[in-house]
């Protein structure tokens, strides 16, 4: 068995993510629409787990859950678990800050699994 399937084996979980978009020169964010991560290609692993981590800009900060995710993901973008389904009717979807459950990507580590140039594990921290 691969690592990379390994890796699948462990994501399990279904997630939402919106990508970061484009700003909208209002000091805001146009995001990506909103795309499901679901096993078994896509899955994640969500571990709530608060530690100290260095964000994306050097700060120290309180990381809310550390996920393993399967695909690339970018900071600034969003992450939900659960699916789209799992958003309330009265939430827009298109703007996860008003999306309860959804939370800022602060940064993401992507390592090269053993012996590939191709195959990576990411962490996503939030």
Do not use: H
């Not at 399990?12 to 991560?37: I, K, M, S």
């Not at 399967?70 to 827009?92: H, K, N, Y």
């Amino acid at each position: 068995m691969s690592i990379d399937s390994t890796v699948k084996k462990f994501c399990v979980q279904t997630a939402v993510y919106w990508g970061p978009g484009t700003p909208d020169g209002y000091g805001g964010r146009a995001f990506d629409a909103p795309v499901e991560l679901e096993p078994p290609t896509n899955g994640v692993r969500w571990d709530e787990k608060v530690q100290m981590i260095t964000d994306v800009t050097g700060k120290e900060i309180v990381s809310k859950a550390e996920i393993l995710v399967v695909q690339d993901v970018e900071p600034q973008g969003w992450l939900m678990l659960g699916t789209l389904g799992d958003i309330a009717s009265d939430e827009d979807e298109t703007n996860p800050k008003g999306v309860s459950g959804a939370y800022e990507i602060r940064r993401v580590d992507k390592s090269p699994m053993v012996k590939s140039t191709t195959l990576f594990v990411r962490k996503v921290y939030l």
